[in-house]
Structure formats: C-alpha cells, structure tokens
C-alpha cells in the first residue's frame, strides 16, 4: 500500500474518533440539560419548553452515544471476520439511521418554527453531521481493506 494511502486512511480514522467524540458532547449534554462553565452556556440541542417528548430526546442521546461506541471499536484490528461482518452491518445501520435523525431534526424544526410565524435556520450544523454520519461507511471500510481503493 503507498504511503499516501495509509496515511490517508489514518486521518480518515482520526475523523472517526474525533466525530465520536463530539456525538458523545452531544449526547451527554442532552442527557444532562446543557453545560455551563463559568459565563459559557451551552443549551441542549432542543430547548425543553417547546419540545415535550424528554423520553424521545433521551433515546436520541443514548443512540449518540450508542453510536459513538460504534465509531470507537479498533476496525483494523478485529481478526474474526464474521465479527467484523456483523459489526460493519450495524455500523451501516446506525449511520443510516444517524442520517435519518438528522433529516427528522430538520424537519421538526422547521416545523416548530413555521408555528412560531419565524423562519427556520439554515440547517448547516446538522447536513455536517449527517454527512460525518454516512462517512463513516466508507472510512471503516477502507481502513479494513484498503486494496478496496487502487
């Protein structure tokens, strides 16, 4: 494998850690309510006077940080490949599923905004982690089998 490649797939690998662990702020600062450190707030992603689904918001938590754990595994290093098999299937289905959460997210405040009478924001936050989210597909499978690229 040329050095380019390899080293490639390991800045494609340091994204995975790296967005595993902003899903694991995410998911722990929803589960806590936001964080404030001295004058820095930061407020959960929804804001818990209009949405009142906590038991909804929660699972989206727990599933961050489900997901998180997911982008953590060694990929290079499980030897067992039926293993690897069954836990690169989960990986393709909670990147999906990651993608679709954020599609929702979207949609649901824009909804919440058009009965506001007030105009959504631009969605840019969340079209980036979808998009982290549907990486990690390809990223992981790659790191596994970089032959896959020439």
């Known amino acids: 494998m040329p050095d380019a490649t390899a080293q490639r797939i390991r800045f494609g690998r340091i994204i995975s850690v790296a967005f595993g662990l902003l899903c694991v702020a995410l998911g722990v600062n929803g589960l806590i309510g936001g964080v404030s450190l001295g004058s820095l707030h930061?407020?959960?992603?929804?804001?818990?006077?209009?949405?009142?689904f906590p038991v909804a918001l929660r699972a989206e938590c727990w599933f961050f940080i489900a997901y998180a754990v997911l982008l953590f595994l060694p990929w290079r290093r499980i030897e067992n490949r039926k293993a690897w098999n069954w836990l690169f299937?989960?990986?393709?289905?909670?990147s999906v599923l990651f993608a679709f959460t954020m599609i929702c997210e979207v949609m649901a405040k824009n909804y919440i905004a058009q009965n506001a009478h007030?105009?959504?924001?631009?969605?840019?936050?969340?079209?980036?982690?979808?998009?982290?989210?549907?990486?990690?597909?390809?990223?992981?499978?790659?790191?596994r089998k970089p032959e896959l690229l020439d």
């Open 42 to 52: 930061i407020p959960p992603r929804w804001d818990p006077a209009i949405v009142t």
């Open 89 to 94: 299937a989960l990986l393709c289905f909670a």
């Open 118 to 143: 007030v105009k959504a924001k631009i969605p840019v936050f969340q079209a980036v982690l979808l998009f982290l989210g549907l990486g990690q597909i390809p990223i992981e499978l790659f790191s």
